[in-house]
């Protein structure tokens, strides 16, 4: 049986080549537990407003950050974080052409109260999955027991779920050692996403935003735009002739 195996960090409302790569998987492994990241996008994202881009941040709690995992970071509640980030995404996109489909479902998301990003951002891509019609296998490291790290961490997991091929982002060229992948019979793949160009508010496309910009102008055309002059997940097999 051919499984096509991808993983990511936990993103914060994801752009599109995230979602990319896990339409050319099978299964998609949440990897929860590594080391958080602030000046990555696990807390944090784009979206576009009449001024331009704009950053979403989520507030953590920071202290002993670089021994924790992201499933052990909480969400700074002292901040009233969640009505600033609805009203901005209210704000900017209530005229979007497909903004009604999904308000209520961002409105209750921002009434909660989160205490992990981890909750708050699995929450998220699960809905974000749904709606853009992507069904795949959705496991969660810290549930799981893989070892090593880096590349050895990633062909453990291959490994233990039964990998045909992985797909690594492009930084994954920086560490991934091919040779291991090939000792055991896993093909590699490291993503090229172009990036689309789609009908936006506010005048002049600007890419790499969160899914939801794309999401509220596109709504179920949304999936065949962000696949759009990219690999699927068929085109994939084929090429790596599994």
């Not at 299964?27 to 407003?49: E, G």
């Not at 992990?116 to 810290?142: N, Q």
């Not at 689309?196 to 508010?201: E, S, T």
Request: glycine share 6%.
């Amino acid at each position: 049986m051919t499984v096509v195996l991808t993983a990511h960090q936990p993103l914060y409302l994801p752009w599109l080549g995230f979602f990319h790569k896990v339409a050319m998987s099978d299964t998609f492994c949440l990897w929860d537990d590594v080391q958080f990241a602030p000046n990555d996008f696990m807390h944090r994202n784009k979206i576009k407003t009449a001024t331009g881009e704009t950053w979403l941040t989520v507030p953590i709690l920071m202290h002993g950050h670089r021994e924790k995992m992201i499933l052990d970071m909480h969400i700074d509640n002292t901040q009233v974080w969640g009505r600033k980030h609805w009203k901005s995404i209210y704000f900017n996109y209530k005229n979007a052409p497909y903004f009604e489909s999904y308000c209520n479902f961002f409105e209750g998301v921002y009434d909660k109260k989160w205490d992990t990003i981890a909750d708050l951002d699995e929450y998220l891509l699960r809905y974000l999955l749904k709606e853009l019609g992507m069904s795949v296998k959705f496991l969660k490291a810290s549930e799981l027991a893989f070892e090593g790290k880096k590349s050895d961490r990633v062909l453990d997991m291959c490994v233990k779920l039964g990998a045909s091929a992985y797909i690594f982002g492009q930084m994954g060229r920086d560490y991934a050692n091919m040779a291991d992948f090939e000792a055991k019979g896993i093909k590699v793949y490291f993503q090229e996403y172009k990036h689309p160009a789609y009908a936006q508010l506010y005048g002049e496309f600007i890419s790499h935003l969160s899914v939801i910009d794309l999401l509220f102008n596109h709504g179920e055309k949304s999936y065949g735009l962000l696949m759009r002059d990219n690999l699927n997940r068929d085109e994939l097999t084929k090429l790596l002739g599994i």
